[in-house]
């Protein structure tokens, strides 16, 4: 489980951390040749409830500032823990950022072995907010990290928002790619949306790839990275 108390917070956040029983688990993203792993997506797992309970619960108590922040510093001991060599794809809520205090602790703590090796994941919900964007977006950038937006198709991350954000990547939603193999309209569909971002130098992942034939068929489209049980679940 990943411990809080040794942070360099304040003591309300701290306390507010120490509520918390978390782990996490990674699952990697990978190149088309399904062997290299591009980046290890972090993904949270209370010990005691589910991910959605947990984000239900904080939300409901207007607290997601917490998890943002758990998240952040959680994940990024875990990932050392594991002693990964590539990139990690942290998950953040599009209506939060850390404050400029916490941001500071968080570099200083870990210093440059996080630069370029980060990639912040915009979530789909609950909303956006561009101030908290702009503030994020300038921390991730100026050390050199990589800004993505998660699920596009799904919730609130469409292409309106991707004119705002000009992400570096861009995670294609699970619903969109579900049996494209045989589908004709999702065929299309993806293909423009990935010649749209390739123009605009996004790379593009294709998430929940559960199939050979949905994978073979993505590829075949010039999809750039892949995440999905077919390739590996999370560890």
């Not at 411990?3 to 918390?20: C, F, N, R, V």
């Not at 790379?203 to 049980?229: I, M, N, P, W």
């Amino acid at each position: 489980m990943i411990y809080y108390d040794h942070l360099p917070l304040d003591e309300d956040i701290l306390k507010a951390l120490g509520e918390l029983s978390i782990n996490y688990v990674f699952q990697p993203i990978f190149l088309p040749d399904c062997k290299t792993v591009y980046a290890w997506e972090a993904l949270m797992r209370p010990t005691d409830m589910t991910v959605t309970e947990l984000i239900e619960e904080y939300e409901k108590k207007d607290k997601l500032h917490v998890l943002e922040v758990a998240t952040f510093f959680g994940a990024m001991q875990a990932f050392f823990l594991r002693g990964y060599d590539q990139k990690v794809s942290i998950n953040s809520f599009p209506s939060d950022c850390m404050k400029k205090e916490e941001a500071d602790a968080f570099w200083d703590y870990f210093g440059d072995e996080i630069r370029g090796r980060m990639i912040i994941e915009n979530l789909e919900f609950p909303y956006f907010s561009r101030e908290h964007w702009d503030e994020k977006s300038r921390s991730v950038r100026a050390m050199d990290n990589l800004l993505s937006v998660d699920d596009f198709g799904s919730g609130i991350n469409n292409l309106e928002l991707v004119k705002i954000m000009s992400p570096h990547i861009i995670k294609l939603d699970r619903e969109l790619i579900s049996g494209i193999d045989h589908i004709e309209e999702k065929q299309k569909n993806v293909s423009n949306l990935v010649l749209e971002f390739h123009s605009r130098g996004i790379l593009v992942v294709a998430e929940g790839v559960e199939e050979k034939e949905e994978f073979d068929y993505l590829v075949g489209l010039g999809v750039d990275l892949f995440q999905g049980y077919y390739l590996a679940r999370p560890v």
